[in-house]
């Protein structure tokens, strides 16, 4: 006849640390880079909903905003030393703080759509400076800059607008058309916003 011991505490402890270690483990396995990371990070479905939705325009519309939101940061830049008014100095501040995040995320896209990052055709974008617009910009200073620089960016600003809207006609990707609404949005308050700067000055 079997005889059974009597589990000591210490024994149901241990017994009960193997069990809960046993389920930590399972718990861990199910964080699965294909399910998600499991600590808030993004999940590939939401990487696969940009490179799987796209058409022409959401390409031509990623390819030409990029260079066109680089030579406004490069506008941008210039004010530094330059910029005399506060009003001008918060529209350089907002092109700053908006723009270069859209560029990471457009190159991201066309990352993931297999695209290249420059559409590689010569194609003219409505709204860039020329090589003398920037000179201009550079070699001017205090009010001249600031009047320079409002006339300049409204064109700018313009060029991206019309281009947005194209891509919200025309473009299939939501994450696209949603950038492309942002951009009509904050860049028409900013020509406004510019107009009356140039009214004052």
Known sequence: MRTFRKRTPRALALTGAV????????????DDPVKGTGHGGATPSATVSVAGDFNDADVMFAQMMIPHHEQALEMAKLADGRAENADVKRIVAAVEKAQDPEIQKMKAWLKGWGKPESAGMGHSMAGMMSEQDMKDLAAAKGEDFDRTFAELMIAHHEGAVEMARTEQKDGGNAEAKALAGEVVRAQTAEIAELRKILDRL
């Open 19 to 30: 069990a809960a270690a046993a389920l930590l483990l399972a718990a861990c396995g199910e």
